[in-house]
């Protein structure tokens, strides 16, 4: 069964809007959770990672939350551009080592257009 | 410069023939992982490697094995490869102590025909 659920599972937006990707997951126990960003044919590229109960990471115009009662993250993309079309990838990993295992969501395809 | 290369980037196989994929990374990280990606599908875990000789079975091991003599490269090998190993491949490394420190080759997409 699939540990980690992303929606919606692909979104279209206009350049310069803003758009919020969101991932649900059951994993337990859930030590951090990542948003990788992957461009098409490449490999994945870390946007930010969350830790601790209710975490708010920012980078640029990537913000993210951490709901860990809710077991829920969202990823805000302000003020997008062309460059962000790319594939969104929700990651969970069970513990603080490499130890734990890592599980993740089958992504959000984003396009964005002119 | 922490970097995950992985050799080749693309790979035209026939069934039943062996097949290599290299990965080497430069930040002295202990753990290594090869995954494979098939749309629609999150990554799938086929190994990860603790360091130098101790590698696991991941969720899907079946129809390859790894090697790792040396810290920085570790191996995937498809002894006599099958059509439904046709996939992109990625391998990743990370501190042991740190696992939200994670980092992603390019990848290699595998074709077996």
């Known amino acids: 069964k699939t540990q980690v659920e992303q929606s919606p599972q692909s979104l279209v937006v206009r350049q310069g809007e803003n758009c919020v990707l969101q991932?649900?997951?059951?994993?337990?126990?859930?030590?951090?959770l990542r948003w990788f960003k992957q461009d098409t044919g490449k490999g994945l590229v870390s946007l930010t990672v969350l830790v601790h109960e209710n975490d708010k990471t920012s980078n640029g115009r990537y913000s993210a939350t951490l709901d860990k009662d809710a077991k829920h993250s969202t990823l805000h993309i302000t003020a997008t551009l062309l460059d962000d079309t790319a594939t969104y990838i929700c990651?969970?990993?069970?513990?603080?080592?490499?130890?734990?295992?890592?599980?993740f969501g089958a992504g959000t395809q984003l396009i964005v257009i002119p | 410069d922490m970097k995950v290369t992985q050799m080749p980037r693309y790979l035209i196989k026939r069934m039943g023939e062996n097949v290599l994929l290299e990965c080497g990374q430069d930040?002295?990280?202990?753990?290594m992982y090869w995954y494979r990606q098939d749309p629609g599908l999150g990554l799938q875990l086929i190994y990860i490697s603790y360091d130098v000789d101790s590698n696991s079975e991941g969720d899907i091991p079946k129809g390859y094995r790894v090697s790792r003599k040396k810290r920085e490269h570790f191996s995937l090998i498809l002894d006599s490869a099958k059509t439904n190993q046709t996939s992109v491949y990625f391998c990743?490394?990370?501190?042991?102590?740190?696992?939200?420190?994670?980092?992603f080759g390019s990848g290699t997409r595998l074709t077996v025909l």
């Open positions: 990743a490394s990370s501190s042991r102590g740190r696992a939200e420190t994670l980092y």
């Open positions: 930040m002295s990280h202990e753990t």
């Open positions: 991932c649900n997951y059951s994993v337990t126990p859930d030590n951090h």
């Open positions: 990651v969970v990993g069970d513990r603080g080592s490499a130890l734990g295992r890592l599980h």
